[in-house]
């Protein structure tokens, strides 16, 4: 079982350039998220999705917009990268609501330079 | 507003030591709880969470934590650390309305010989 798989693994951009990063779940889960982390700020919800078809904003979402064309597919855009998006990007994903399941599967991580 | 704090950035312990990682949230309503480790390079794994009941609560890799509503805290805790532990912590905590998972800035644990 594969479970969350992220691509691509590192990637380095220069600014105003633009990239997607791709999720997938072989779970078919309803659920999926997308995190960054950053040195002491953990990780910070920038958006969700609890269907296909559909998204919602997380906590920093200013800057990506996403897209939930199949179920088992949450894809994160930058339309025009910024220093300030270099970090690590983490997709995650759910069978239920996060606060009723029992468990959020995370994918590797994908490293993303801006310079 | 609603936030989560670790108030540890980094602790280091023996192995064989007890460990205790401390996490604080600030919600309106009690909200779901749940602490998760990261190895280095991986992605997080959930140790244990807390949703109602029983408010010592056991996970994976021998942890426990406990929820104190009168503290706001929920720390995690472990009788005797082993060198495979050391790895980073995230406390995390969700509303009971919607999906919005909000993490600490995370605890990482060193274990010394």
């Known amino acids: 079982n594969a479970g969350v798989t992220q691509t691509p693994k590192f990637r380095v951009l220069k600014t105003g350039q633009s990239m997607t990063l791709l999720c997938a779940q072989d779970m078919n889960h309803e659920y999926m998220y997308w995190y960054r982390q950053d040195p002491g700020m953990g990780l910070r919800l920038i958006h969700y999705?609890?269907?296909?078809?559909?998204?919602a904003k997380g906590e920093v979402p200013d800057g990506y917009n996403v897209s939930r064309l199949k179920k088992q597919n949450f894809l994160l855009g930058l339309e025009s990268a910024a220093p300030s998006q270099t970090s690590v990007y983490f997709c995650a994903s759910s069978d239920r609501d996060t606060r009723t399941n029992e468990k959020l599967f995370f994918g590797s991580g994908t490293q993303l330079s801006v310079l | 507003a609603q936030s989560v704090t670790q108030p540890d950035i980094h602790i280091t312990v023996s192995e064989g030591a007890s460990l205790e990682l401390r996490c604080n949230y600030s919600?309106?309503?009690?909200?779901?709880l749940f602490w998760y480790v990261q190895s280095p390079g991986q992605g997080l794994q959930l140790l244990l969470k807390?949703?109602?009941?029983?408010?010592l609560v056991q996970g994976i890799k021998g942890f426990e934590a406990e929820f104190k509503r009168s503290q706001s805290s929920f720390n995690l805790r472990k009788p005797s650390v082993h060198w495979s532990d050391a790895a980073e912590y995230f406390c995390a905590v969700a509303p009971y309305n919607n999906n919005d998972m909000r993490f600490g800035a995370g605890t990482r644990l060193t274990v010394k010989p």
């Open positions: 919600y309106g309503a009690t909200p779901y």
């Open positions: 999705s609890v269907g296909e078809g559909t998204t």
């Open positions: 807390y949703f109602s009941g029983d408010t």
